[in-house]
């Protein structure tokens, strides 16, 4: 059976940070709340005491990495992959999120770059074969698709759907990223 998530992570998935931070207060943070709290003084703690920690998964079968590259900043990654943590560690559900499509979907620049300087595969694949250039590409983030291009990103990938990242930065609007893609 699995354990029940968490109210912290609930009100975080949920996108109610200030409802997650009020419900932290006074309480013993596991892991997975204190990255994607962006604790880090917490997660160094959690760490020394056990450094298996940085590749724990949570019950809904995320680590802390993939948490902070989503919900927390680049210091917090920086921590957890200087613990140990896995830099493409895929989450164990159906999303297959690894950290870098995490930091990509929440638009976190400095994650982003991270990551990939840590040796993230821009390539990735997450559900539906989504891409973490296909997710930049999305959101019209040229920045992004530029640092992930750089570094590799292959914007001939198609989605499972059989969409490239130029198809579906079209489909969200935004040509001008379309466009670079096609350049590329």
Known sequence: MQDPQSAV?????????????????GTTLTIWEAAALGRDERVSELL????????????????PIGLAAFFAGAST???????????GAAARNTMQVQPLHAAVASR?????????????????????????????????????????????????????????????AREHGHADVAARLATV
């Open 108 to 168: 976190n620049a400095d994650s982003v770059a991270l990551l990939v300087e840590r040796g993230a595969d821009v390539n990735a694949r997450q559900q539906a074969g989504y891409t973490p250039l296909m997710a930049a590409a999305g959101a019209g983030r040229q920045d992004l698709v530029d640092l992930l291009v750089e570094h590799g990103a292959d914007p001939s990938l198609r989605s499972d759907e059989g969409k490239t990242a130029a198809d579906i």
């Open 77 to 87: 990654v920086r921590l957890l992959l200087d613990g140990g943590a896995e830099v």
């Open 48 to 63: 020394d005491q056990d450094p298996a920690l940085a590749n724990a998964w949570s019950p809904d079968g995320y680590p």
């Open 9 to 25: 992570l609930t009100a975080l998935y949920h996108n109610k940070r200030d409802e997650a931070r009020r419900l932290a207060e």
